[in-house]
């Protein structure tokens, strides 16, 4: 009598040459309007009226359809993320570390459950891995996608990860003139100005304590993010340094002791964490004002080993013999040093800290870099005669100098509290931090290089907006009336809820086995830094353009990378033993293994069969940002040996994908009726398409179901049945949209006089 055909493709609904979503799933061509045309669910209409006879019934002659394959996650389902040192030797392949004797800790990862396609499936990993991911550098910067929308003719199966760095056109971004947000901590002590159209801090109270300001808007980058001061006009004293996210309920650590006061007016200063500090002052025992450096850690010398405190950083007891080349090569009195012009290592290896009159004039500007787990700091004054001749640079510490090639054990294996320690896991997320010894003085902000992304969230305070009196500047309160963890992963350890999972891990980091390793021949060693290598692995520095210090041995082994990224797939459990260590849950187990809690076999879901770490410079390409991979191109990125500015990964197996459940089409806006005994309900069912149709050995694309005979369903109709709309649903047995089908479903229906 009548075949009515009807398309979740619609010429009137379609946008041609555009890529959009529908029902979350990216499609390659024309796009349809999301709600009417989706493949699973769609409405058809027609003018004028289609009219059918009185008595008649309909079938389904036929359907052809697309489908995806289906993905179930779970509830409880986790993987991590490890960002840090290789668990196996930079120069080879033999895996040579316990994941302890590293200052990185595994990320865990949630994953949502719920049932998806493999387009909405990537949606949701890379969600959560730019939630999760607290590496300011990565933060935001990862996507996830099905392989075939990215047909880069290398990877041809399951999905592409992408780490993205974020760097653009190879700069850093100076975001000083971003920096709005200051804060005193503790707020009563807000004696002090930020002038954000000059970036000029400025002191009106006398004493370092009462004028302390911390900047809140963006952590320092780790790709060799730089942070300077002018403090040409801080004749008295500063204190300039790098600290963890700290609001004034949590000011500080957990299991922080402020140990040896840094001076007289220290008192409550010392509870506010400096993660990395610079200060000159008057108020040491030295009779000139001095160059300090200090730095929070744990150490067995000090409160029995059992908190955290400030320790000096003895930076001039190196010796000029420890670094090969001899670090006198770098500087002759009154010759322009061949190699790293500008620059001056003396004060590396003084016997005593540098004082003003050492350098003959007061330093211009200060200024921290960090670098993966390297941190430099550096001077700069006016140009002078005497002692020294130019440079007008110096290098007060330079992690980048332990390396690979070092003459002596002790430069390799550094002694604690010679250099500034490792930057772990547990203070990733770095935050200006300044205050003046002196009202009237100020100190100007030039060069801050924090992320660029205004999404990495600094934590909220319940109580910040209205404790700690004061009528000065105090930190955001929360808008929920509850702490906020923030972005980064101290933050969440403090808070949320992973908070003890996390602070387990963050507070081993403190602890860690490398900051009091024991190496021989002396006990007094710590492990080796790890920085980033960069684009000439011949020398430290990761970023263009910088030239000194040259060092003859690659800090990398060629074709290796020491500071990766990895997934880790699959559980450890049997691989580790768990202990207590001064409080502290500790892993041990083999070398090589990255051990964490409650990590589930994710390696099936993710096409990475039988692959516990899938880590860069293992697989994958490692790329420079300027061969950085974007969706205008399907290449992938030139594979860079020791880069760590980007990671390409693809799957190397087909993912798992779950069964499909039986399939029926549902059609509401006729006047049949079929029962569903299942649900114990009426239903609008008009017939089943077998899973021996849907289910090929791949269990998903292409399909067509014509039934050999048609089942015909009354209508109902005593009259005649005008109708300019049909509407077609597939469901699953509980009659919920089934979400598997991509791009186009086609239906035919036959309708006729009833027999």
């Not at 204190?239 to 402020?258: E, G, V």
């Not at 060092?551 to 207590?580: C, E, H, N, W």
């Not at 039934?707 to 009354?714: G, K």
Request: glycine share 8%; net charge negative.
């Amino acid at each position: 009598m009548s075949l009515v055909v009807l398309s979740s493709a619609q010429d009137k609904y379609q946008s041609v040459g555009n890529l959009a979503s529908s029902n979350g799933q990216v499609l390659p061509s024309s796009v349809m309007a999301p709600g009417i045309q989706n493949p699973n669910q769609f409405t058809n209409n027609i003018n004028p009226v289609m009219t059918i006879p009185a008595n008649s019934e309909v079938a389904l002659k036929d359907i052809s359809f697309y489908k995806s394959a289906a993905v179930k996650v779970g509830i409880n389902v986790n993987m991590a993320v490890w960002i840090g040192e290789l668990l196996r030797s930079r120069w080879g392949v033999a895996s040579n570390l316990e994941m302890r004797e590293t200052v990185s800790t595994p990320i865990r990862i949630p994953l949502q459950p719920g049932n998806y396609t493999p387009s909405t499936f990537c949606v949701m990993l890379e969600n959560m891995l730019n939630q999760y991911i607290s590496y300011p550098d990565l933060f935001g910067n990862i996507s996830v996608v099905p392989w075939s929308t990215r047909n880069d003719g290398v990877n041809k199966t399951g999905y592409i990860f992408n780490f993205d760095r974020g760097l653009i056109g190879g700069a850093l971004v100076d975001r000083s003139a971003d920096m709005s947000n200051v804060y005193a901590c503790p707020p009563s002590k807000n004696n002090f100005t930020w002038n954000q159209g000059t970036n000029t801090y400025g002191a009106s109270a006398n004493l370092f304590k009462d004028n302390i300001g911390v900047f809140t808007n963006m952590p320092l980058s780790l790709n060799g993010g730089n942070m300077t001061w002018d403090v040409s006009s801080c004749t008295s004293g500063w204190r300039i340094s790098l600290t963890r996210p700290i609001t004034p309920r949590f000011a500080k650590p957990r299991y922080f002791s402020s140990g040896p006061q840094l001076s007289s007016d220290d008192a409550g200063y010392a509870d506010i964490v400096l993660e990395y500090a610079m200060r000159t002052d008057n108020g040491y025992t030295d009779a000139e004002n001095t160059f300090r450096i200090f730095h929070t850690v744990y150490d067995g010398a000090t409160a029995g080993g059992t908190r955290q405190h400030f320790k000096e950083v003895e930076y001039y007891k190196n010796n000029k013999t420890h670094f090969t080349p001899d670090l006198d090569s770098y500087w002759v009195p009154g010759v322009n040093p061949v190699a790293g012009v500008g620059e001056d290592h003396l004060p590396m290896y003084r016997d005593t800290p540098t004082t003003l009159t050492d350098l003959g004039t007061a330093p211009l500007t200060v200024s921290i870099t960090v670098s993966g787990e390297d941190t430099t700091v550096k001077l700069t004054r006016a140009a002078t005669a005497t002692p020294w001749d130019d440079p007008e640079i110096f290098v007060m510490t330079d992690s980048r100098l332990c390396i690979k090639g070092n003459a002596v054990l002790g430069a390799r294996t550094p002694t604690k509290n010679r250099f500034i320690k490792p930057i772990g896991t547990s203070c990733q997320a770095l935050y200006p931090k300044i205050s003046l010894d002196t009202s009237g003085e100020f100190a100007t902000l030039t060069t801050f290089n924090g992320i660029n992304t205004d999404d990495y969230q600094y934590p909220l305070d319940k109580d910040a907006g209205t404790g700690g009196g004061g009528a000065g500047p105090h930190f955001p309160a929360s808008p929920t009336g509850a702490d906020t963890t923030g972005s980064s992963y101290y933050g969440r350890s403090r808070l949320g809820v992973q908070r003890s999972e996390i602070y387990s891990q963050i507070l081993y980091c403190d602890k860690s086995k490398p900051y009091n390793m024991g190496i021989p021949p002396a006990t007094a060693h710590q492990k080796q830094y790890v920085g980033l290598d960069g684009p000439d692995r011949n020398k430290p520095p990761v970023r263009i353009g910088e030239g000194s210090p040259f060092i003859t041995d690659p800090a990398v082994g060629t074709g290796s990378q020491a500071y990766v990224i990895g997934l880790i797939t699959m559980p450890s459990a049997d691989d580790f033993d768990v202990k207590r260590e001064s409080g502290v849950k500790v892993f041990t187990g083999p070398k090589g293994v990255y051990m964490i809690d409650e990590v589930s076999d994710v390696s099936d879901l993710l096409g990475f069969a039988n692959t516990s770490f899938v880590g860069q410079t293992l697989m994958g390409q490692s790329y420079l940002y300027a061969d950085r991979p974007t969706q205008a191109t399907s290449a992938p990125p030139t594979n860079t040996p020791g880069s760590f500015f980007g990671w390409y990964v693809g799957s190397t197996s087909v993912p798992k994908y779950s069964d499909s459940s039986a399939v029926f089409v549902r059609c509401p806006t006729l006047t049949h009726q079929s029962y569903n005994f299942g649900k114990g309900i009426p239903s609008k069912i008009i017939s089943t398409i077998p899973k021996s149709v849907i289910d090929s050995s791949t269990s998903y694309g292409e399909g067509f179901f014509a039934p050999n005979e048609l089942t015909y369903l009354t209508l109902n109709n005593t009259e005649t049945l005008n109708f300019n709309d049909l509407s077609i649903e597939l469901v699953d047995k509980n009659e919920r949209i089934i979400d598997v089908f991509e791009r186009n479903t086609t239906i035919t229906l036959h309708f006729r006089k009833a027999k």
